[in-house]
């Protein structure tokens, strides 16, 4: 019976070539990767000149799409961040029944395909809710209010992980002395746990804020693309594309990933991860 070679014992001409390997494989996806995201927004640049960018931006459609855009887009983080943090506090301190089945939940619309959840939206409210909701005045599908539910929908449950994510890094024994000291449950958590997980709540709420500017299936299908008035800036991509103004489209894009670029750096700033989920 033989007895297999200590590591130390491994030619190191074979442990090197091995190691090249790796290394090579490891770095050359890394490159791909790069490359074609560097490929891709080295193509918006270049499609455009600056003169045509800023005609395209300061454009009176654009410019309503982007107040738009940034209107129901703050709404809707703020609404979601709000509801996320009483919603996080509870799956991490109490025992919620049925767990696995709420985690999947809480999960589904973070998969679900964009368009399919604008679709469900639609039926929701406006074939079952749509009657009973406008004789009180209020009706969702095809208005500007309707897009922040979109918006919410897509967007809720990710903001109730990335608040759990920013819990989670306290450690609940701090809470817990400041109990013992006599503070109740709600100023152990206002004195103690969200300062402390302050920046990454912040972080987690920057990403969420983003994740809502980049929505389009849920918004187009729930209330359309209407210029001037349900138009945000990804619906106006697709009726610029669609109408064959392709540098309208590529500049409007361009502001994306301006806003995207932003958000990521404040993102880092406030202490965020290398992963955004």
Known sequence: MSIPAPESQVPPLEQTAGQRAVRGCAMGALAFEVFLVAAVIGALVLYVDLGSF????????????????????????????MLAVPAAYALRNYRVPFASAIDVMLDLPIVFPPVAAGLALLVLFGYYLGDAM??????????PTGIVVAQFFGTMTFAVRSVKAALDSVSPR?????????????????????????????????????????????????????RFRTEILPTGIYLDVSTGRLEEAVAATLLLLILAVVT??????LGGHGYLW
């Open 54 to 81: 800023a005609r395209a931006l300061t454009s009176a459609e654009t410019l309503a799409a982007l107040r738009l855009t940034i209107a129901t887009v703050s709404v809707t983080a703020l609404l979601s961040n």
């Open 134 to 143: 406008e004789r009180f005045g209020l009706y969702l599908p095809h208005t």
């Open 174 to 226: 701090l809470p817990a002395v400041a109990r013992t000291l006599g503070s109740s449950e709600f100023r152990a958590f206002r004195r103690v746990t969200l300062p402390l997980a302050r920046n990454g709540l912040l972080a987690g709420a920057v990403m969420t804020w983003a994740r809502c500017i980049g929505l389009f299936g849920p918004v187009v299908m729930f209330c359309g693309a209407t």
């Open 264 to 269: 990521l750096l404040l993102f880092k700033r």
